[in-house]
């Protein structure tokens, strides 16, 4: 049996073409009492819409961008890569892909970023959850814009979609991690390193370990937040002085990025392996650092997948489709040095 077609909901309705085309693109100028029929129709043929043809032939152009904060970590090089080569691809499907550059951790930049980009399909963004934002994502959507949060969520925006894990829920992941390898029972401070505490990411993850470390292991202390600004030479500035007034640190949970500090400074003090470490995303330095004992755990996210995920919803939400909730779904990952190597022993 053939797929039924615009044609056989126009018959089934007794409508024009045109009138099916009005009522397919939501465009006004046909009768409530005409729209239930053409929808009826549609329901009753079982008509599912070709959305890629249709916006073929139409020419439809999306227009879409990345907003990205600078300078890059080795994390946010990963999430650039990522763009770049899906930029690439995408072009064949009618899609123009930019990546705009903010400064790290400054909302007013990305105010103003998002200022410009008005009229743009859809806005893939990785920012501060400030009141700047946030603005700025309202006046987006009500200019009828597409705005993913990406990595870090935003409270009440009005955003139409989170591409990252979920972020509470690794930071418990860390918090279980971190008594366990510290040891049940066991009394002690542990080191809490993040980039900002304006990162919505940084904030669920605090949390998530917090509540993990209160209720299994009371006995550890999570100390203040040490705001490394994702750097690495400023959470080397900022580490000694804690490591000298904290004589029980136990442990280090290193939320954000700056871990080129955090593991020189172990290293110089010698504490590579005396001291816990979990920490955040799977880079080069991160997967040498489990090899070598510097750090215990590694709690990541699929890069490709997050950035493929905030593609596809941007391009479903332009044209008013459904998403697939288990597709967009990313995975925490939890690495440690037995499994960065198979069983044949080379690293892969």
């Not at 024009?16 to 397919?24: E, I, W």
């Not at 990411?201 to 202390?221: I, T, Y």
């Given at each position: 049996?053939?797929?039924?077609?615009?044609?056989?909901?126009?018959?089934?309705?007794?409508?024009?073409?045109?009138?099916?085309?009005?009522?397919?693109?939501?465009?006004?100028?046909?009768?409530?009492?005409?729209?239930?029929?053409?929808?009826?129709?549609?329901?009753?043929?079982?008509?599912?819409?070709?959305?890629?043809?249709?916006?073929?032939?139409?020419?439809?152009?999306?227009?879409?961008?990345?907003?990205?904060?600078?300078?890059?970590?080795?994390?946010?090089?990963?999430?650039?890569?990522?763009?770049?080569?899906?930029?690439?691809?995408?072009?064949?499907?009618?899609?123009?892909?930019?990546?705009?550059?903010?400064?790290?951790?400054?909302?007013?930049?990305?105010?103003?970023?998002?200022?410009?980009?008005?009229?743009?399909?859809?806005?893939?963004?990785?920012?501060?959850?400030?009141?700047?934002?946030?603005?700025?994502?309202?006046?987006?959507?009500?200019?009828?814009?597409?705005?993913?949060?990406?990595?870090?969520?935003?409270?009440?925006?009005?955003?139409?979609?989170?591409?990252?894990?979920?972020?509470?829920?690794?930071?418990?992941?860390?918090?279980?991690?971190?008594?366990?390898?510290?040891?049940?029972?066991?009394?002690?401070?542990?080191?809490?390193?993040?980039?900002s505490m304006l990162a919505r990411d940084h904030v669920e993850r605090r949390k998530g370990f917090d509540d993990v470390l209160q209720s299994d292991f009371p006995r550890l202390r999570a100390l203040p937040s040490v705001e490394g600004r994702d750097d690495a030479q400023t959470v080397a500035r900022l580490l000694p002085p804690l490591l000298d007034r904290v004589p029980d640190l136990r442990g280090i949970y290193s939320i954000g990025a700056g871990n080129r500090g955090l593991v020189a400074v172990l290293k110089e003090r010698r504490l590579a392996g005396r001291i816990t470490v979990i920490a955040?995303?799977?880079?080069?330095?991160?997967?040498?650092?489990?090899?070598?004992?510097?750090?215990?755990?590694?709690?990541?996210?699929?890069?490709?997948?997050?950035?493929?995920?905030?593609?596809?919803?941007?391009?479903?939400?332009?044209?008013?489709?459904?998403?697939?909730?288990?597709?967009?779904?990313?995975?925490?990952?939890?690495?440690?040095?037995?499994?960065?190597?198979?069983?044949?022993?080379?690293?892969?």
């Amino acid at each position: 049996m053939s797929r039924p077609t615009v044609h056989d909901i126009a018959r089934t309705a007794g409508v024009s073409l045109a009138t099916v085309d009005r009522v397919l693109n939501a465009r006004p100028g046909v009768r409530a009492k005409t729209v239930a029929r053409v929808q009826t129709a549609i329901r009753d043929l079982g008509y599912v819409r070709d959305i890629s043809a249709a916006n073929l032939a139409r020419q439809r152009q999306y227009r879409l961008a990345f907003v990205l904060p600078e300078p890059a970590t080795a994390f946010l090089s990963a999430v650039r890569g990522a763009v770049e080569g899906l930029a690439a691809l995408a072009a064949t499907e009618r899609a123009d892909i930019a990546i705009v550059d903010v400064p790290a951790f400054d909302p007013h930049a990305v105010a103003r970023a998002l200022h410009d980009l008005e009229g743009a399909d859809g806005v893939a963004l990785m920012a501060p959850d400030t009141p700047q934002v946030r603005d700025a994502v309202r006046r987006l959507k009500a200019r009828g814009t597409v705005v993913v949060a990406l990595v870090s969520d935003l409270s009440d925006a009005g955003r139409d979609h989170f591409a990252g894990i979920n972020n509470i829920a690794a930071g418990r992941t860390a918090g279980l991690l971190m008594g366990r390898f510290v040891g049940p029972g066991q009394a002690g401070s542990i080191a809490v390193i993040a980039g900002s505490m304006l990162a919505r990411d940084h904030v669920e993850r605090r949390k998530g370990f917090d509540d993990v470390l209160q209720s299994d292991f009371p006995r550890l202390r999570a100390l203040p937040s040490v705001e490394g600004r994702d750097d690495a030479q400023t959470v080397a500035r900022l580490l000694p002085p804690l490591l000298d007034r904290v004589p029980d640190l136990r442990g280090i949970y290193s939320i954000g990025a700056g871990n080129r500090g955090l593991v020189a400074v172990l290293k110089e003090r010698r504490l590579a392996g005396r001291i816990t470490v979990i920490a955040h995303e799977l880079t080069p330095l991160l997967r040498g650092s489990l090899v070598d004992g510097t750090v215990d755990a590694v709690i990541s996210q699929d890069v490709g997948h997050v950035v493929r995920s905030a593609l596809r919803v941007l391009k479903a939400k332009a044209d008013g489709v459904p998403i697939i909730a288990a597709q967009e779904r990313i995975r925490i990952d939890v690495f440690l040095r037995e499994n960065l190597l198979p069983s044949g022993g080379e690293e892969a």
